[in-house]
């Protein structure tokens, strides 16, 4: 058996029922949003596979993120194959992606400490956190909803786990696996248990270097395109606050602690866990660094270095958990409660903050309580599948709408807007022009009348509007809910065909 292999590191039945208990509480803290923020992208795409009728408009805003990965196919054969419906299928593998996460960290810090107590201390403590921001990326350890990334976080616990235990060939798989939903994440993850092989004195094939040579496949930049990658200002290291910086630094000085603590008490895989999380920071730091400051290499700032952080955070609270588990919190239980619960009860307040105007828990059947929702799905359950849609660019950015998605929830196509879409466009340049027409042509929008929808009609042969209380003076509104109305350009308005 090998060295960091011990009966104690594997999972029983009692285990993973506790595991399942575990889950179920993180969900309840931090919530359950499953259209909000890039589910707007990714759910779509699901939902096109479903019913091809869908979105026959500008679709590529989505599709384009749907054609690089299998998480959209996934998802819907899952559908197909349960015959549940997609809300559920959605919720099932929401859960499931969190306790394989948990899993993974249980797995992890039974190797690192030997000690099931330490393995529990780690998997509560990423639990307990999971919405936390992962420095200045705009990540969490696991959103609200589910996405790729749920899957690659939780596989990358397993892709790291079986490199500490030198099953080289079942981490290979795991990175595989991950590779087909999330490309970038396998990199990453990748990238980490090779360091972690050089850290063990094993050789790595130069052509494991070949990741690296896709830069011929970049485009060139466009003003169009600098612009969408300009309102996203995390990609840009070197306009990170004070405080983001810190969430770079203050682990890496938190790891060498654990670092230098574990190898004093030969614990080799926390000391190589930590020593090489260390060294991965700062090559990730180093990344960002060189395609942030030479113009040139601008174009390559959209693979966001920094993003590999997310794992890092992820492992160091599997070594915090089971430090402070195995020599603070032992066999008291009060003490677990002392130190979990407020915060539990911090990131539960963090999230009702941030989702003031919604369900804590957006489940399958619930009638919703957000204004937005409850008009985006009158447009799902009243409109035509081939409605073109027009709204405040800025929608997502409004209160009360809590950054829920029109595509995602209303099933129906709209106009570019001004806050995800910018976000596809930094992932794949060739839509920056099409984006930048659409969004400069609703430019004023809170000002727009019936004449301005008109032109927005005759251009883009957009037909309908989701449009407030100021701005349906002449529009045919066939429906209100907490000011907003849903309309569309009146017949007597149309232009006569020729």
Not at 71 to 89: D, G, K, Q
Not at 108 to 119: D, E, K, Q, V, Y
């Amino acid at each position: 058996m090998n060295s960091n292999q011990s009966p104690e590191s594997e999972l029983t039945w009692s285990r993973a029922g506790f595991l399942c208990l575990l889950t179920a509480g993180a969900v309840l803290v931090h919530g359950y949003h499953p259209f909000v923020e890039d589910a707007e992208i990714y759910v779509p795409g699901i939902k096109k596979l479903l019913n091809p009728q869908l979105y026959p408009s500008n679709q590529g805003f989505f599709a384009s993120h749907a054609s690089m990965t299998l998480y959209p196919n996934l998802i819907a054969w899952s559908v197909r194959i349960t015959h549940l419906p997609l809300e559920w299928v959605l919720l099932i593998w929401f859960f499931a992606s969190i306790f394989v996460l948990l899993a993974g960290c249980w797995k992890l810090g039974s190797i690192c400490f030997h000690s099931p107590r330490a393995a529990w201390g780690g998997s509560v403590l990423v639990a307990s956190l999971l919405t936390i921001p992962v420095a200045g990326t705009a990540l969490y350890i696991m959103d609200q909803y589910l996405n790729p990334r749920s899957f690659s976080t939780a596989t990358a616990a397993w892709i790291v786990a079986s490199a500490l235990e030198q099953k080289y060939f079942r981490a290979t798989l795991w990175v595989v696996l991950t590779a087909l939903v999330h490309p970038l994440m396998a990199v990453f993850s990748l990238g980490f248990i090779l360091l972690m092989a050089i850290e063990k004195g094993i050789r790595v094939s130069a052509k494991s270097s070949g990741i690296l040579a896709a830069a011929m496949l970049f485009p060139p930049v466009t003003p169009a395109y600098l612009r969408a990658l300009d309102s996203r200002s995390y990609f840009f290291i070197l306009r990170w606050q004070w405080f983001e910086w810190l969430g770079i630094f203050g682990p890496i000085a938190i790891l060498w602690v654990f670092k230098s603590w574990a190898q004093r008490r030969e614990l080799d895989a926390l000391r190589q866990l930590c020593l090489v999380s260390i060294v991965f920071c700062f090559l990730c730091l180093a990344a960002a660094l060189v395609v942030t400051i030479p113009a040139p290499l601008m174009r390559f700032v959209e693979l966001q270095p920094m993003r590999g952080l997310l794992l890092v955070y992820v492992f160091l609270f599997v070594a915090g958990g089971g430090l402070l588990a195995e020599y603070v919190l032992k066999a008291k239980v009060w003490r677990w409660l002392v130190l979990f619960l407020p915060i539990g009860a911090g990131m539960f307040y963090a999230q009702r903050q941030l989702f003031f105007a919604t369900h804590m828990l957006e489940l399958p059947g619930r009638q919703p309580e957000n204004g937005w929702v409850q008009t985006f799905l009158w447009i799902r359950d009243n409109t035509p599948t081939n409605a073109y849609f027009a709204l405040d660019p800025d929608h997502m950015r409004m209160p009360g709408e809590d950054q829920h998605g029109f595509r995602a929830v209303a099933e129906r196509s709209m106009l570019a807007d001004n806050v995800k879409d910018s976000g596809a466009v930094t992932m794949f340049p060739a839509l920056a022009g099409t984006w930048q027409e659409q969004v400069d042509a609703q430019r004023g929008w809170k000002e727009f009348r019936l004449p301005d929808f008109e032109k927005l009609r005759d251009r883009f042969g957009v037909n309908w509007f989701v449009l407030q209380k100021m701005q349906t003076a002449g529009m045919d509104c066939p429906e209100e809910n907490s000011g907003l109305y849903v309309c569309r350009v009146p017949e007597s308005a149309k232009p006569v065909e020729q």
